[in-house]
T-cell receptor
Framework: ETGVTQTPRHLVMGMTNKKSLKCEQHLGHNAMYWYKQSAKKPLELMFVYSLEERVENNSVPSRFSPECPNSSHLFLHLHTLQPEDSALYLC???????????????FGPGTRLTVT | KNQVEQSPQSLIILEGKNCTLQCNYTVSPFSNLRWYKQDTGRGPVSLTIMTFSENTKSNGRYTATLDADTKQSSLHITASQLSDSASYICVVIASGGSYIPTFGRGTSLIVHP
């Protein structure tokens, strides 16, 4: 295992539900990331948290809301999602800050989300 | 616009054979290029990270090359094994103050016995 865990591994939710994805890293890293992986599309960076600073991809809809209470935990809060949001959501962590682009990233196994 | 194109989209080879995957990019300014292996149902795992000055880097049976002039990279797999069946993703990171990745769509490799 990579030292990055994600729960739940699978989630099915209706469009009116509210749910949260959780990520935890046991590597002592200080940067964490959320990615979206849709079928037949490249990985898409959604959010970066580094040293408690947040950077986001401006194209991510507001129905996705990240939270990073400390350097080891990262959440992705979901509300009023659409069917096209069904995808694999991956969490990753790395050493260094968001401005240090050379550090290796370690990915979790992902949460397979299905929106009905 | 920054882009990463991978080829082929999918590849089927017999166990024990070699293969080469390609990655062409237009990302600028360049910081580094990464190859990841992603098994079905799992997150990507890093194989190599290459900076501008590195031409070749190996990780076991995986050898990555980088030609920064032509903006091309390749991943060569030697003596393939059934466990090499996976998606291989090329990622190019731009420099300039923030982490800015551009991902390819990946090459799906199937190794048959």
């Amino acid at each position: 295992e990579t030292g990055v865990t994600q729960t739940p591994r699978h989630l099915v939710m209706g469009m009116t539900n509210k749910k949260s994805l959780k990520c935890e890293q046991h590597l002592g890293h200080n940067a964490m990331y959320w990615y979206k992986q849709s079928a037949k599309k490249p990985l898409e960076l959604m959010f970066v948290y580094s040293l408690e600073e947040r950077v986001e991809n401006n194209s991510v809809p507001s129905r996705f809301s990240p939270e990073c209470p400390n350097s080891s935990h990262l959440f992705l809060h979901l509300h009023t999602l659409q069917p096209e949001d069904s995808a694999l959501y991956l969490c990753a962590s790395s050493q260094g800050s968001r401005t240090s682009s050379s550090y290796e990233q370690y990915f979790g196994p992902g949460t397979r989300l299905t929106v009905t | 616009k920054n882009q990463v194109e991978q080829s082929p989209q999918s590849l089927i080879i017999l166990e024990g054979k070699n293969c080469t995957l390609q990655c062409n990019y237009t990302v600028s300014p360049f910081s580094n290029l990464r190859w990841y292996k992603q098994d079905t149902g799992r997150g990507p795992v890093s194989l190599t990270i290459m900076t501008f000055s590195e031409n070749t880097k190996s990780n076991g049976r995986y050898t990555a090359t980088l030609d920064a002039d032509t903006k091309q990279s390749s991943l060569h797999i030697t003596a393939s094994q059934l466990s090499d069946s996976a998606s291989y993703i090329c990622v190019v990171i731009a420099s300039g103050g923030s982490y800015i990745p551009t991902f390819g769509r990946g090459t799906s490799l199937i190794v048959h016995p």
